[in-house]
Antibody
Framework: QVQLQESGPGLVRPSETLSLTCSVSGGSLGSYYWNWVRQPPGKGLEWIGFIYQGRTTNYNPPLQSRVTISADTSKNLVYLSLRSLTAADTAVYYC????????????WGQGIPVTVSS | DIQLTQSPSFLSASVGDKVTITCRASQGINNRLAWYQHQVGKAPKLLIYAASTLQSGVPSRFSGSASGTEFTLTISSLQPDDFATYFCQQLNIYPWTFGQGTKVEIK
């Protein structure tokens, strides 16, 4: 069974860059869409974007200028980079696997809480 | 963006109750809607995809239905492990969007 685990800093300063890693075990990155999603405190989920086959990306327009999703297929790692942070970026960040066949996120990580504060 | 309006935001129910949660899309989404269960401290879990298809391994007391832009998740007989937050997601048009969630608590 494929498992996803997010890792990274829990506290980041405003204006800095958030770097998160999603470690995938029990399978390869293969032909799946690897998504990042976040949930600010007290708010709903927001889709950030995905990477497919290690190179094709698609981002949510409000975040597009600040976000980069990349992957190391040899290490089964997916990365999120979010620049120019503000307090509004405080959230729990999730990585999730989306099948090309099943319209849904078939696997999720447990999420990592990130606080943006000085 | 496609808006998903989920209701209710909160419901209190007892073990054995039938529970219904609704998700309304702001426009047609070709039934490309998924339902998830999220328990505190755990990874969200896919329950239903394509509006009414049960994900492998999900108990049959969960079901989904669609009527136009209105989608429903039904739990036929609530079990202790079902107390969680449920949310919907549309995967028809980017950006993918989510409902605000429904928290199901024990009465």
């Amino acid at each position: 069974q494929v498992q996803l685990q997010e890792s990274g800093p829990g506290l980041v300063r405003p204006s800095e860059t958030l770097s998160l890693t999603c470690s995938v075990s029990g399978g390869s990155l293969g032909s799946y869409y690897w998504n990042w999603v976040r949930q600010p405190p007290g708010k709903g989920l927001e889709w950030i974007g995905f990477i497919y086959q290690g190179r094709t990306t698609n981002y949510n327009p409000p975040l597009q200028s600040r976000v980069t999703i990349s992957a190391d297929t040899s290490k089964n790692l997916v990365y999120l980079s979010l620049r120019s942070l503000t307090a509004a970026d405080t959230a729990v960040y999730y990585c999730a696997r989306e099948s090309v066949v099943t319209p849904g996120f078939v696997s999720w990580g447990q999420g990592i809480p990130v606080t943006v504060s000085s | 963006d496609i808006q998903l309006t989920q209701s209710p935001s909160f419901l209190s129910a007892s073990v054995g109750d039938k529970v219904t949660i609704t998700c309304r899309a702001s426009q047609g989404i070709n039934n490309r809607l998924a339902w998830y269960q999220h328990q505190v401290g755990k990874a969200p879990k896919l329950l239903i995809y394509a509006a009414s298809t049960l994900q492998s391994g999900v108990p049959s007391r969960f079901s989904g239905s669609a009527s136009g832009t209105e989608f429903t998740l039904t739990i036929s007989s609530l079990q202790p492990d079902d107390f969680a937050t449920y949310f919907c997601q549309q995967l028809n048009i980017y950006p993918w969007t989510f409902g605000q969630g429904t928290k199901v608590e024990i009465k």
